[in-house]
């Protein structure tokens, strides 16, 4: 699926399923919660924390998909083309990071 397809399959599924979309601002409260739930389970998984028996049965792939989908809301009522806007964006990161990555020595292996 590319991502304009997404945007497309969303927007489909909100007004139908989903009867409509909800404003701005309560999709950026959810998109927060859905950030902290995949928070959540990275300190779990790979942080220090251990997992409460409520957490035990979460899954990654699921969370960054709520993610995703809140984010193709946003993008959708507010009128992003996320294919463009993802593209101008690493065209930007390119030029503006094009030395800085490499010549960052916390990123340079110890093995050299």
């Known amino acids: 699926m590319t ?11 909100i ?11 309560t999709n950026m ?5 859905e950030v902290g739930e995949v928070a959540r389970i990275i300190s779990r998984q790979y942080g220090e924390q251990s997992f409460k028996a409520s957490d035990r049965d979460r899954v ?14 946003l993008a959708n009522q ?3 083309d996320l294919t463009e806007a993802l593209e101008r964006n690493l065209a930007k990161k390119t030029i ?17």
């Open 3 to 13: 991502i304009q397809e997404a945007q497309q399959t969303v927007d489909q599924w």
């Open 15 to 25: 007004t139908t399923t989903g009867v409509r979309y909800f404003n701005e601002l």
């Open 29 to 33: 409260a959810i998109l927060t919660e």
């Open 60 to 73: 990654l792939g699921d969370e960054l998909a709520d993610v995703l989908f809140v984010v193709i809301c």
């Open 78 to 80: 507010t009128g992003v």
């Open 96 to 112: 503006r990071d094009a030395d800085r990555h490499r010549n960052n020595d916390k990123l340079k292996s110890s093995e050299g």
